[in-house]
């Protein structure tokens, strides 16, 4: 069984930075790709960024240039740093991981930007 668990959310006033983690646990398969998503109230869940175990990434429109994603295999992490926030960047930020096509998520971290 693999279980995620993000941390490193909060409120944070805009302009500031954060930097989410998400751990993963259990058995997983060595090549995988992990990803971050973000669902802002009343809006759908959107893909904020995926890396894969050899380091490809991609990322959305929206968030190139503020939003930067790495992972450290070692310790099966992954992480999103986001800075310059602003208000619409608020959600709850969800970590995915995807291996052998099927894909476990994390309960997510809630990020909150006041203006």
């Known amino acids: 069984q693999v279980q995620l668990v993000e941390s490193g959310g909060g409120l944070v006033q805009a302009g500031g930075s954060l930097r989410l983690s998400c751990t993963a646990s259990?058995?997983?398969?060595?090549?995988?790709?992990m990803a971050w998503y973000r669902q802002a109230p009343g809006k759908q869940r959107e893909l904020v960024a995926t890396i894969t175990s050899r380091g490809t990434i991609n990322s959305a429109d929206s968030v190139k240039g503020r939003f930067t994603i790495t992972r450290d295999n070692a310790k099966k992490t992954v992480y999103l740093q986001i800075n310059s926030l602003k208000p619409e960047d608020t959600a709850v930020y969800y970590c995915k991981l995807t291996a052998v096509g099927v894909e476990y998520w994390g309960q997510g971290t809630q990020v909150t930007v006041s203006s």
């Open positions: 259990g058995s997983i398969f060595s090549s995988n790709t």
